[in-house]
Structure formats: structure tokens, C-alpha cells
């Protein structure tokens, strides 16, 4: 069996005489308990992170002594601990390919070139896999930001502080205050043709702030910061520093804080922003404002404050939880539990973690994969709505560089990688037959499923206590809370004009009357005349009695009557419109529950439906069998209720445009569902929670549809 401490490409470098370079500095960083060494490279703003191990070893290279006689001696100090053959060749060829080392000897050995070449590639991968991350070096921008700090300086420190608190608390308090304004019809007013122009003109500026905020803070903590250039943010230009010199600073709120540098600037730019805009008049400078707010505001809490991508809330988290390369240990720390303990790899090496952080990388893996994934795929399907090659380029580059790629890699790995060799068949073997296994659940096995809605529990239209024709309440006439019947007088109204137009259609029925009576014996033409205005004025003198007698509003069921427009003592006087609801006639039980349901699962609801089972809002322990009796024919987009709106704790999106609160902007369909005997005492207007148990049905096929109905509906199809 080969020592796992020796390696066989060690020949090509144990015998150098490499020493570090003179203008690097190392610093001793704690994370989690543990001592790592930071080589800090003051000339490219770079540092590179070595454990105790490979440090014993790095900081004994002073040109004088060789590299296999070095190592000897570390085996002999610390035994076990020492790093191995292979551990040393990586952390120089590391060094070298960063031009850390000199040598009497230049390490042209076929490893270190592959390495070098590699990471290199490695680099334009990371740049060609999202267009997130895409960034192209400019300048050095150190110079400018040292010539600049003394007018900085003053920011960085508590009179900084307060400046941030003063101007940014008074904005949120007036950004909740005008909340509706700000986010109505939002992504419609975003990305407008003429808006468009507008964020273009914006957003390379609050982002240079944003790029220059970090830049000032890594200076203040006495950084050097060597590169700037261009990011492709969803195929459009921004710029970027890289600050990751800051990775040298000992104090992990040091590094946190100049993470976080950029989003505070955005954060102090958005409230004058917002000032701006609650101050202009529409227009152009107002638009820009607005443009502000939604680049400094929706771009920082969604991309760079969330931790779930690689920016600054990433690095944020990291720094704060003292893992650092967070998102890639993670991805390895998987690799290894696959190759480990699936695939059963002979001489695998042990993933050095501790136990802490190994739970977050079990969680941060998974978890950052679907964040990316959600949001390359909801940025593309929002720009698909406007341009729509555009975002079909973005959703392709999303899925190929977020799945595509690592499926490749994972399959490389699996038939071609030299750690496979002993136990290949095993691997391929489990890979192919999990994938197999995996087809078979996706498409080919049934598996629950289950639909969601809302409804109220809905009393009779009968019982609704409607306004018959126009007119003004003149008394109550029965009293709220007094027990009726069917066809009892409830409230009166009047209309003085529809009374006085009644009263003159009745003098004029008279008059033609009389008219007609005088022309018995004269010319049969204007008898006939008579008569045909007679019945015209009887039959709108009929209309009008009958709204007359619409007036007065009666009970149509039996039940206990209840205002729902005001109270008693202030309706008198109150000119309502037919139609308008005064109030109820409410039974002693209730025995309906009216649902909404979505257009995408009306078919499902329809044609695929077992049973169903629903739940009261005050009654949340419980769950009752139901049954659909009945069927409104038709889709409608206005729901039963306003509490089943978004605005109102509901699932329906609603109509912006809308005072009401019920005008869905989807089509509904409604459907009345039986209550049973043990749930009829709920009061009416009760939120009821429903469950569809519909057919089974494969997973896959489950969610293309929800897919396809997703794009029909984005795309109008």
C-alpha cells in the first residue's frame, strides 16, 4: 500500500530552493478556534489562506535550504501533523502560479504548469458560467482612492454614523407611509420601454457608489485595493472593485464591515432618493429619483444582501460565521459525503472541517443552488415579458451553467476520474441506476396530489339585504338583532323625484283617458292615436310604480336581521344606488361555503377530483369532509370576498386598479361546498382553508404543468 504522506510528482520539486517573495506579509487569523496563516500580496491586493501545517513548512523557505529537507525536519517536529507530499505540492505550485516564490530554479515540472493551466481555466469558467459573476479588470484604482481618503475619512467613524442614522431612519418611516405609491403596478412601470432608458442612465452611477463604498472602506482599515473593471450583471455593464485584500484584516467586524460598505452607501443614496421624489413634481428628475430608489433598494436587499449569492452578503456571512470560501468547501464537503460513503472511494482523504462548520455546509450547498437557480430564472422570465430572446438566452445560460455544467462535471467524475479507478464499476453502477431510479419517480410512479384554496363561509344571496332601486333612506324599520320573516318590512326609502314623475305619469293616464273617452264618436285615425299613447304612458307609469315599490326593502328569508352598511342611527338620510348592501337576514346556521378557485387548477378541480377536505379560520385544530354541490357557471375575476385578496391575508393577487379589494387579477372559478352538521354553528364570512385530493399523478409530469402554465400565462399563449 502507498504512504499517503508521499506522492509521486514529488521528485519534480523537493529539490528547489524557493523563498517568499519580499513584499509579502503573513498574518495569523483564528476562525472557529483554529489557526490558519494569511499570506497577504500587497502588490496584486491578493491573500491566499494556509493552515498551521503547510505554514510550518512555507515559512521556513528562505532560498537556502531544499524543499524535501525542509519537510523532513517538519515530519520529525510535529509527526502525523505535518502535511503531506501532495499538501506541500499544491500550496507551491499555489504560491508560484500567484508569483509569491523565487527561486534559484525556476519549478517547471509538468504538475505545476497543469496546475497553473487549470486555474486559469478555471478562472474564464467562473467568469463564462453566469452572467452575475462575469467581470473584466480595468484599472488600478488605488492611487485615486488614497489621493481621496483624507475628504473620506471623517464618513468612517461615529459623526459618519450618526450623518447614516439621521437621513436613512426618516426615510423608512416616509417609504412605509407612501408603500402603496411606491410599489403599485411596479415591475410594469419598471420596465417600460421609457423607463428603461431612464435605470440605464441610473444605475451605473449608484453603482460606481456602491463599488467606490467598499473601495473607501478597505482604505480606512488600511487596504490597498489594485483592481477595477466592468461586471456583466444580467448581460448589462456595471462596475466592481475587488476588495478582497480586506480577507488580510484580523478582526472578522473589519472585514464584515467594508462587505457591507457598498449596500450602506445604496442604503443612504435610496433615502435622499426617496426625499427627491416625495419633493418633485412628475417629470424627468422625478423618474430618476424613482429609478434611485428601485436600483439602490430592490438590487440590494435581492442580490447583494442576500447570502444565498456570491456577493457582498455572502461575504458578509462568511466573514461573520469565520468559514471562509463558504460556498465552495460546501460544494466539496458534498462531493466528499458522495465519494465517501456512496461510492466508497479507496484512500479518501479526510475533509477537514469542524463540526460546526460542516452543518452549514450540509444546509449552505443545497440551499444556495435553489436561491441561484430562482433567481437567474425569475430575472429571465420578468425580461422575457418585454424582450423576450433576451431572457430565453438568460433562462438557457441559467440552466446550463446551474445544472448543465455540474451534471457534466459529475458524470466526468463518475467514468473518467483516476480516484474512481478501483471501484469505477461501483460508481457508474450507482450513478446510472440513481438516475434510472430517479426517471422512474419523476414520470413513470404515481404520488399524492393535492391542490390548495380559500373561501368564506357564504351566506344566501336571499339573505342579502339589497337596495332595490335608487333612493334615500328614510327609517329603519325594523330593529338590528330582531328576529324576521320572509316579506317584513326592514327599511324604508324614498325618491321625491321618482314620486313626483309617478304622480304626473298618473294625471296624464287621466288625461289621455279623457281624451280618448271624447274621441268615441269622432275620427277613427286619432282614436287610434289616443289609445297608442294611452298604453305607452301606462306602461312607463307600471315601470316606474315598480320602482316605486322597490323603495322599501324587505326580508327575503327567514333569520335575524343585521346592518352591514353603518349603523341605525346613521342611515337615514344616506342616498344609496340599486344594488348597494344594507344588510342581512342572517339564518341560525349556515350550511354553505362559497370557494374560489385559480383558473390553473380549475381543470384538475374539474376532472380529477377525489374528495376534499377543508378547514375554519376559527377553528384551525379541526378538518371536516366536504362536497362540492354546486358550480357557478362561468369564470369571473371578482371573489366572494375581499378577505380572500392578497391585501387581506388571501392567496388571490388583486387588481391594483381596484377600491374594492376583490377584483382578482386572474380568473376564478367558483364553486359552493356543503358544510357539515358539527361545523354549521361558524359564523358567516369565516376564511375556510380547502384542501383537493385529486388524482395521483407522476411528480415530473405534476411540475411541467405548473411550468407550462406558468409560461402560457407569462407569455399569453
Known amino acids: ?57 512555507i515559512g521556513r523557505l528562505d532560498g537556502t535550504h531544499r524543499v524535501d529537507e525542509l519537510w523532513e525536519k517538519l515530519v520529525d517536529d510535529i509527526g502525523e501533523d505535518a502535511p503531506t507530499q501532495d499538501d506541500v505540492i499544491s500550496a ?147 462596475p466592481y472593485v475587488d476588495a478582497s485584500s ?55 436587499v435581492l442580490v447583494n444582501g442576500n447570502p444565498l449569492l456570491k456577493f457582498d452578503g455572502y461575504y458578509i456571512l462568511s466573514d461573520v460565521l469565520e468559514i471562509p470560501n463558504l460556498a465552495t468547501r460546501s460544494n466539496k464537503f458534498w462531493a466528499h459525503l458522495v465519494d465517501k460513503y456512496v461510492f466508497r472511494t479507496h484512500g479518501a482523504k479526510p475533509f477537514h472541517a469542524t463540526p460546526g462548520e460542516k452543518c ?164 277613427r285615425v286619432e282614436r287610434e292615436v289616443s289609445t297608442l299613447a294611452m298604453q305607452e304612458a301606462r306602461e312607463r307609469l307600471m315601470v316606474q310604480q315598480q320602482r316605486l315599490g322597490q323603495l322599501d326593502m324587505r326580508a327575503g328569508a327567514e333569520g335575524r336581521f343585521m346592518l352591514a352598511a353603518a349603523p341605525a342611527q346613521d342611515l337615514p338620510g344616506r342616498y344609496v344606488r340599486k344594488g348597494d348592501l344594507i344588510g342581512y337576514v342572517t339564518p341560525g346556521r349556515a350550511d354553505t361555503a362559497r370557494i374560489a378557485v385559480a383558473q390553473d387548477d380549475f381543470e384538475l378541480v374539474r376532472g380529477h377530483l377525489q374528495d376534499l377536505r377543508f378547514r375554519l379560520a376559527n377553528r384551525p385544530g379541526e378538518s371536516f369532509d366536504g362536497t362540492i354541490i354546486r358550480a357557478i357557471p362561468g369564470g369571473t375575476y371578482d371573489l366572494p370576498s375581499p378577505a380572500l385578496g392578497a391585501a387581506n391575508g388571501g392567496i388571490f393577487a388583486l387588481d391594483p386598479r381596484d377600491e374594492n379589494g376583490t377584483r382578482a387579477l386572474g380568473r376564478v372559478f367558483l364553486f359552493d361546498i356543503a358544510l357539515p352538521e358539527e361545523a354549521q354553528d361558524v359564523p358567516f364570512g369565516t376564511r375556510v382553508h380547502v384542501r383537493f385530493a385529486l388524482d395521483w399523478e407522476p411528480l415530473g409530469w405534476q411540475a411541467f404543468r405548473r411550468i407550462r402554465q406558468l409560461f402560457l400565462a407569462t407569455f399569453n399563449a
Open 1 to 57: 500500500m502507498a504512504n499517503p504522506f508521499q506522492s509521486a510528482s514529488w521528485f519534480n520539486v523537493a529539490h528547489l530552493k524557493p523563498r517568499l517573495r519580499s513584499h509579502v506579509r503573513v498574518r495569523r487569523h483564528v476562525y472557529r478556534g483554529e489557526v490558519w496563516y494569511v499570506l497577504d500580496d500587497g502588490v496584486a491586493g491578493k491573500v491566499h489562506r494556509f493552515p498551521r501545517g503547510a505554514y510550518l513548512l
Open 360 to 523: 452549514w455546509f450540509l444546509f449552505y450547498a443545497p440551499a444556495s443552488f435553489v436561491a441561484r437557480m430562482v433567481m437567474m430564472l425569475s430575472i429571465a422570465l420578468m425580461v422575457a415579458q418585454k424582450f423576450f430572446i433576451i431572457g430565453v438566452l438568460i433562462a438557457m445560460w441559467s440552466i446550463w451553467s446551474g445544472l448543465g455544467l455540474p451534471l457534466w462535471k459529475a458524470f466526468a467524475h463518475v467514468f473518467s476520474s483516476p480516484q474512481l479507478h478501483r471501484n469505477r464499476r461501483r460508481a457508474v453502477q450507482l450513478t446510472m441506476g440513481g438516475v434510472a431510479v430517479l426517471a422512474l419517480l419523476l414520470f413513470a410512479v404515481p404520488a399524492p396530489h393535492h391542490a390548495t384554496t380559500q373561501g368564506v363561509v357564504w351566506l344566501p344571496e336571499e339573505a342579502h339585504v339589497r337596495a332595490g332601486s335608487d333612493g334615500m333612506i328614510t327609517a329603519i324599520a325594523t330593529r338590528e338583532g330582531e328576529e324576521v320573516v320572509p316579506g317584513q318590512l326592514l327599511v324604508e326609502s324614498a325618491h321625491p323625484l321618482l314620486e313626483a314623475e309617478v304622480e304626473q305619469l298618473s294625471w296624464r293616464m287621466r288625461e289621455l283617458q279623457a281624451e280618448a273617452d271624447a274621441e268615441l264618436r269622432g275620427d
Open 92 to 238: 507551491l505550485g499555489q504560491l508560484h502560479s500567484s508569483d509569491l516564490l523565487s527561486s534559484d530554479v525556476a519549478p517547471d515540472t509538468s504538475e505545476l504548469f497543469k496546475r497553473h493551466k487549470k486555474q486559469k481555466r478555471q478562472l474564464w469558467m467562473q467568469n463564462l458560467k453566469s452572467p452575475m459573476s462575469f467581470r473584466i479588470p480595468l484599472i488600478d484604482p488605488d492611487k485615486f482612492l488614497s489621493r481621496t481618503m483624507p475628504v473620506m475619512r471623517p464618513l468612517f467613524g461615529w459623526p459618519g454614523l450618526v450623518l447614516w442614522l439621521a437621513v436613512v431612519l426618516p426615510a423608512l418611516f416616509m417609504a412605509g407611509a407612501n408603500w402603496g405609491e411606491l410599489t403599485g403596478n411596479l415591475w410594469d412601470r419598471v420596465l417600460s420601454t421609457e423607463n428603461l432608458l431612464v435605470m440605464a442612465l441610473v444605475y451605473p452611477v449608484v453603482k460606481a457608489a456602491h463599488e467606490l463604498g467598499h473601495g473607501y472602506a478597505a482604505k480606512a482599515n488600511g487596504r490597498e485595493i489594485r483592481e477595477m473593471g466592468i461586471m456583466m450583471l444580467v448581460l448589462f455593464p456595471v
Open 246 to 300: 480586506a480577507s488580510a484584516l484580523h478582526s472578522k467586524w473589519q472585514r464584515a464591515l467594508i462587505g457591507a460598505a457598498g449596500m450602506l452607501v445604496e442604503v443612504f443614496i435610496a433615502a435622499f432618493a426617496l426625499f427627491a421624489w416625495l419633493a418633485l413634481e412628475p417629470g424627468f428628475a422625478r423618474a430618476v429619483a424613482f429609478n434611485t430608489m428601485v436600483v439602490a433598494g430592490i438590487s440590494t
